[in-house]
C-alpha cells in the first residue's frame, strides 16, 4: 500500500519526505553529504534494551511524566521490563527510528476490541537533542494511522501532564483535540 510520503511493511509504517514536518538534515558518509529526514516506526525489540536503559535514567526525560524510574534502571532491569511489556495483549509497543537510529519508544495501551475500539497513546523520545524537530508529531501521527487504518480504531486518547507543554504541542499538532483536565493532567482525544 503507497500513499502520499508513507509507506507500510507488514507491521510498521515507514515515513519519507517528511519536509512539511522535520527541517532538512544533512549528515557526511564518507566524503559526501547526504540527506536523510525518514523517521519510521517499527517493533519494539527486546536487543532495545541495551540502548533504552540509558535513557530511563536520564531525570530530564522523566521531568512530567507519571511513570518515573526511582533508581538506576540496569540493562537487565530494562530487558526483563521489555520482555514483560511485550507479553501483553492489550498493547502495541514500536521504537521511534530518526535517520536509522532508534531514539525513542511509542505504544497503544489500554487496547479495548468493542464497536467502537480505543487505545490510549504514550510516547517519549530518550535522546533529548532530538526534541524539537517534530519527530514526536511525525511518530504520533504514525501510530494514529497505524491505530486507525490498520487495526480500524476509532478512538485515540493520550493523558500528559498540564506542565509538558513540547507534548501537549505535539499532540495537538497530530489532530488531537481537548477533553478536559483532571488534576494535573490534560486529557486529549482523536477519532477516526
Ligand atoms: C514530548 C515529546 C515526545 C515531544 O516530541 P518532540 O519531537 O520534541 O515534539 P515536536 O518537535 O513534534 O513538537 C513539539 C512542539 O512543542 C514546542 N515546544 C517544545 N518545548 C516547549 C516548551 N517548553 N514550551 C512551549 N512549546 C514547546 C516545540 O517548539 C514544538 O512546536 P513547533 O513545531 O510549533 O515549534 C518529547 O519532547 C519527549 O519525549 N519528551 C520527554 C518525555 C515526555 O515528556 N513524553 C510525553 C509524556 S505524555
Not at 38 to 44: E, K
Not at 114 to 135: D, L, M, Y
Not at 172 to 177: C, G, N, P
Amino acid at each position: 500500500m503507497k500513499k502520499k510520503g508513507l509507506e507500510y511493511y507488514g507491521d510498521y509504517y515507514y515515513c519519507r519526505k517528511m519536509n512539511d514536518y522535520l527541517r532538512e538534515v544533512k549528515f557526511r558518509i564518507g566524503n559526501t553529504w547526504q540527506k536523510d529526514n525518514s523517521i519510521f516506526l517499527r517493533s519494539l525489540q527486546i536487543k532495545d534494551a541495551l540502548t533504552s536503559y540509558k535513557w530511563r535514567n536520564n531525570p530530564e526525560v522523566w521531568k512530567h511524566t507519571q511513570n518515573k524510574p526511582d533508581k538506576f534502571i540496569t540493562q537487565d532491569m530494562e530487558t526483563s521490563w521489555i520482555k514483560g511489556v511485550l507479553k501483553r495483549k492489550n498493547e502495541k509497543r514500536f521504537a521511534i527510528c530518526y535517520q536509522g537510529r532508534y531514539i525513542g519508544n511509542i505504544h497503544l495501551s489500554n487496547i479495548h476490541h468493542t464497536r467502537e475500539s480505543s487505545a490510549q497513546v504514550h510516547i517519549f523520545i530518550g535522546e533529548p537533542e532530538c526534541w524539537g524537530k517534530g519527530i514526536g508529531t511525525t511518530a504520533i501521527n504514525l501510530i494514529a494511522d497505524y491505530a486507525f487504518k490498520k487495526l480500524k480504531f476509532c478512538i485515540l486518547y493520550a493523558a500528559i501532564d498540564r506542565k509538558n507543554a513540547a507534548s501537549l504541542k505535539a499532540f495537538e499538532k497530530a489532530k488531537f483535540i481537548y477533553l478536559f483536565d483532571m488534576g494535573n493532567e490534560r486529557h486529549l482525544m482523536r477519532v477516526r
